[in-house]
């Protein structure tokens, strides 16, 4: 059985059982809070039960203006599999799996650097920290949202915050960095 037709059964039960029913809920957030983390799958549960929320959304700018909310969070992990990542282990997996040089070479010739798009990072708060700023730098971001910086210990679920982002202040323009302190 391929995955989706195993997905597909297990979704007809959820529905025929009525499980969703415990995730009934509005479009709007209730905690008023974006989050922004990795693809892990030791995340994709845990997340969620160890901050105690139901609603994690996905699209930072939809989330703000369409559905209220007020702050983003981007969490790191500990143990992620793009740590020490490099470009070279990707695109020789892409080539054995039939992607030929000329379909690289034409991203390339298009002004795409592989060799640091596909790059991972070596230390994981440095990584939020790109994110954080991709974010805040976005022409169609508001100044007025505070971002915070955290790291989640996926065996544990203990959360680090990095960067507060309402206490990342500077004291004589009362903006926090990327925008203005709420």
């Known amino acids: 059985m391929d995955i989706i037709s195993g997905i597909l059964d297990f979704n007809s039960a959820f529905v025929e059982q009525k499980e969703y029913q415990e995730f009934n809920t ?48 981007v969490i790191g992990h500990h143990a992620c599999g793009m740590t020490g990542l490099q470009s070279s282990s990707i695109l020789e997996a892409a080539e054995k799996n039939g992607v030929s040089k000329d379909r690289i070479n034409t991203l390339s010739n298009a002004g795409i650097d592989l060799s640091t798009w596909l790059t991972g ?51 004589n323009t009362n903006k926090f960095k990327g925008g203005y302190y709420k």
């Not at 039960?49 to 969070?73: D, P, T």
């Not at 939020?128 to 022409?139: A, D, F, R």
């Open 26 to 73: 509005t479009k709007y957030p209730d905690e008023k809070l974006v989050i922004l983390t990795c693809m892990d799958t030791r995340l994709l549960e845990l997340l969620s039960k160890a901050m105690g929320l139901r609603n994690i959304i996905r699209s930072i700018l939809v989330a703000i203006y369409e559905l209220k909310a007020e702050e983003v969070c």
């Open 121 to 171: 990072f070596q230390c994981v708060e440095e990584s939020v920290n790109n994110s954080v700023q991709l974010i805040k730098k976005h022409p169609l971001m508001s100044a007025n949202i505070a971002v915070y910086r955290m790291v989640i210990h996926p065996q544990t679920g203990k959360l680090d915050c990095v960067v507060d982002g309402y206490n990342s202040v500077d004291s």
